[in-house]
């Protein structure tokens, strides 16, 4: 006789809709392909590269999957609406949200100007309180939120305040949501990537410097986008079902 109080594993929204932010390049682009892999229809956000985000929708169309590239800058409170309703109109519900678009500006911080401060609050911490406003109001139960933060929350370096304390915002609100979505079995958590050989992370640095922070990594590379990419696949996926409310440092064991 089988047990009533055998666990049910939590399984995702039948709808089978991902909305990925940020998703032209980088790490936005491996997670749209990947999910994509997984089965999920997607919704390819982008702010300005259209070129970039129609290769990414193109790359899942050859792969048989399905995809639709949406412009639209997620800072901007009216953008996060268009895009569900984009994602309810092509695919149907958005079942699983992807809030990874984001910027990057270092500077000591007694060098950091006041726009420094309002651009990346904007971009790496409202518009994820947006994404995850709407989220909570349009996704059926069941369904997934993963927010993009990064490990330099924990490592403290330099020259990363900003950046770091936008992020923070970001490992704050996500266990508490998940607390608030806790009994529609909405799950929402983060994923901190360590250094992640993209341009955000390339960009402006020299061959020295990023050969010295690889030596910090102990597994002795950079990330790739395809390793966060793999993150998200487990956190969305019925895998992922009892993961809630937590910051997963993928990082290589840097921090």
């Known amino acids: 006789m089988t047990s009533s109080l055998r666990p049910q594993t939590q399984q995702p929204s039948q709808s089978r809709t991902a909305l990925v932010t940020g998703a032209g390049k980088g790490i936005g682009a491996a997670i749209a392909r990947r999910l994509a892999?997984?089965?999920?229809?997607?919704?390819?956000?982008?702010?300005?590269?259209?070129?970039?985000?129609?290769?990414?929708?193109?790359?899942?169309?050859?792969?048989?999957?399905?995809?639709?590239?949406?412009?639209?800058?997620?800072?901007?409170?009216?953008?996060?609406?268009?895009?569900?309703?984009?994602?309810?109109?092509?695919?149907?519900?958005?079942s699983v949200l992807v809030n990874n678009a984001g910027i990057l500006r270092t500077a000591p911080l007694t060098e950091a100007?006041?726009?420094?401060?309002?651009?990346?609050?904007?971009?790496?911490?409202?518009?994820?309180?947006?994404?995850?406003?709407?989220?909570?109001?349009r996704m059926p139960d069941g369904g997934r939120i993963i927010n993009l933060?990064?490990?330099?929350?924990?490592?403290?370096?330099?020259?990363?305040?900003?950046?770091?304390?936008?992020?923070?915002?970001?490992?704050?609100?996500?266990p508490i949501l998940a607390k608030e979505l806790g009994s529609r079995r909405i799950t929402v958590n983060a994923i901190?990537?360590?250094?992640?050989?993209?341009?955000?992370?390339?960009?402006?640095?020299?061959?020295?410097?990023?050969?010295?922070?690889?030596?910090?990594?102990?597994?002795?590379?950079?990330?790739l986008p395809e390793d966060i990419a793999a993150v998200a696949s487990f956190l969305a996926g019925p895998d992922g079902g009892w993961i809630n409310g937590q910051v997963l440092r993928a990082n290589g064991g840097m921090a």
């Not at 100007?113 to 109001?137: K, P, V």
């Open 37 to 94: 892999a997984d089965g999920f229809a997607i919704i390819v956000n982008y702010a300005r590269d259209t070129a970039s985000a129609a290769r990414v929708v193109d790359a899942i169309a050859d792969a048989g999957g399905r995809a639709r590239a949406v412009e639209g800058d997620v800072a901007d409170p009216e953008t996060m609406p268009a895009l569900f309703d984009a994602a309810e109109a092509a695919f149907g519900p958005v």
């Open 192 to 223: 901190a990537p360590g250094p992640i050989a993209t341009d955000l992370f390339l960009d402006g640095k020299s061959e020295e410097l990023i050969a010295g922070i690889t030596r910090m990594i102990p597994l002795g590379r950079l990330g």
């Open 149 to 174: 933060s990064s490990s330099v929350v924990r490592l403290s370096l330099p020259g990363y305040g900003l950046y770091a304390a936008s992020k923070a915002a970001v490992e704050a609100m996500t």
């Open 113 to 137: 100007t006041e726009e420094d401060f309002a651009a990346q609050s904007r971009i790496n911490s409202a518009s994820a309180l947006f994404g995850m406003q709407l989220a909570a109001r």
